[in-house]
């Protein structure tokens, strides 16, 4: 299906946010740079979103939107978390690394943005590992009671860790050690 002229200037202006974002931060970003940005008028830009906050959640909402991979069905609890964590290590060692780190400083100066972000975005992270848990109890290779919160936390920390902490190599070894090491140990935990 052909998108509308309307759909593809909605496109346009996500997209310039995300870029500018990326470029330049949340807090230089202005409605004027976005219209620039996506040969579009502010007035455009206003009638859709009614500021520069909403704006920016809508952006990051449809980028992680069209990145989300269902949880695979491997077979295997461990096949199945590092199906998980290749494509969050991916996202975030990729384009998504300047927006993350755009959008955390933001969060901390802008606490309006912060509560957007945490109710709208986060709260779908840390359900991404649920399937993949339910799936493994089911097949009584993890115990029903395993904290997918939890666990969906670890994973981002240890992740964003090595990208922005460390410099540490976010490679196929790193996953398996992660998975290995830290969250399937957090998984069978659960039992004690």
């Known amino acids: 299906m052909v998108p509308t002229r309307g759909e593809q200037r909605e496109d346009a202006v996500l997209r ?22 996506a040969r579009a008028s502010k007035a455009t830009i206003y009638r859709r979103w009614s500021g520069k906050a909403e704006l920016v959640i809508a952006a990051i909402e449809r980028h992680t939107a069209a990145a989300d991979h269902a949880a695979p069905d491997t077979g295997t609890l461990r096949g199945d978390l590092l199906g998980l964590l290749q494509p969050m290590r991916d996202r975030l060692a990729g384009e998504s690394a300047a927006l993350v780190l755009g959008l955390l400083t933001a969060m901390r100066d802008d606490p309006a943005l912060a509560t957007a972000v945490r109710a709208r975005l986060i709260g779908v992270k840390r359900d991404a590992f649920a399937p993949a848990l339910r799936r493994a109890a089911a097949r009584g290779e993890a115990p029903a009671s395993a904290d997918h919160e939890l666990i969906a936390e670890v994973a981002s920390a240890l992740l964003f860790s090595r990208l922005f902490v460390t410099g540490e190599p976010l490679d196929d070894a790193f996953l398996d050690r992660l998975a290995d090491a830290v969250i399937l140990p957090l998984v069978h935990g659960a039992t004690s």
């Open 16 to 37: 310039a946010t995300l870029e500018l974002l990326a470029a330049i931060g949340y807090g230089s970003l202005t409605m004027d740079a976005v219209a620039a940005r």
